[in-house]
DNA sequence: CAATAAAAGCAACAATGTTGCATTATATTT
DNA sequence: AAATATAATGCAACATTGTTGCTTTTATTG
């Protein structure tokens, strides 16, 4: 499979230049089914790659609709591709994330849609997050 | 009302020794109603106490189960007061969170309880975190 | 292929978080 | 209440992470 080729098409679709920071770190993202964090990318690509790069090029991504990114509670935000034709400036994922407390991956569930949460009146809801921890269907003994 | 010895006793009630910097950042989360980021509690108290003292301080009331931090997706970990008696190494708040995207503060809702949320076969739960972003009932229009 | 626009690289800096150790404060014991 | 043991603080130095301005390089367009 040409998967080079796709690559390229998704940057175009996003109207971005194809350039090989780019495609490399995008190429991460499509090997990896999980997450990834900020530093994974720099240790993975910072190699070839500035580190300023790997910031811009996240932040474009990001920017983009073509990830997002995953809660965390100790300070380093991982980024997983979106799979909900995410747009410009407007991301509509609606799956939960899942951190695994074993092998301390994060999966995006995509089949685990958010729930609906009753907030108290004069409360408005804009977008839900969820983050589930406990043992991946890997970890599991 | 004498909130000085309340905080002493939190303190001894967790086998902490009572210092100055404890019952300061202490008295912080008493007095705030939401949540604080590090940055906030360091301006806050920062001026008489290092950096240091204000990180291992907040380590500390996190491993004793009196605050407990609240993820988010922009790498600027919060803090907030539990009320659920968490005890020593084992937090178990039920709430969940909701962040004003107005005026960035965020609330601990205590009184909405986390939903299950099914998850895939080979999957088991842990912990559930649901942060919900929205505007909060002091800046609905 | 040249011109234009955009991205990458570089350097310097700012902010955030960590560690070891000497000093100081707290709690405990007598 | 003072001495002692224990624990927390402050300090310095360092490591990591994130940001900004500017120059050079690369990609796209005609």
Redesign the pocket.
């Known amino acids: 499979m040409n998967m080079e080729k796709d690559i390229?098409e998704i940057?175009?679709k996003n109207q971005?230049?194809?350039?090989?920071?780019?495609e490399k770190i995008l190429q991460l993202f499509i090997d990896h089914s999980g997450a990834l964090?900020?530093?994974d990318i720099?240790r993975k690509a910072g190699e070839?790659?500035?580190?300023?790069?790997?910031?811009?090029?996240l932040?474009?991504f990001v920017d983009k609709g073509i990830i997002h990114s995953i809660p965390t509670a100790d300070?380093?935000?991982r980024y997983a591709l979106c799979k909900d034709n995410c747009e410009q400036g407007h991301h509509h994922d609606q799956h939960i994330h899942f951190v695994c407390t074993n092998c301390n991956n994060t999966y995006c569930l995509d089949d685990v849609v958010t729930p609906q949460i009753r907030l108290p009146k004069g409360y408005s809801t804009e977008h839900i997050e969820v983050v589930v921890e406990g043992i991946c269907i890997n970890c599991k003994s």
Chains 1, 2 share one sequence.
């Open positions: 390229k940057l175009k971005l230049s194809v350039t090989a920071s780019r964090a900020h530093g720099e070839k790659f500035d580190r300023v790069t790997v910031y811009r090029t932040q474009t300070n380093s935000v």
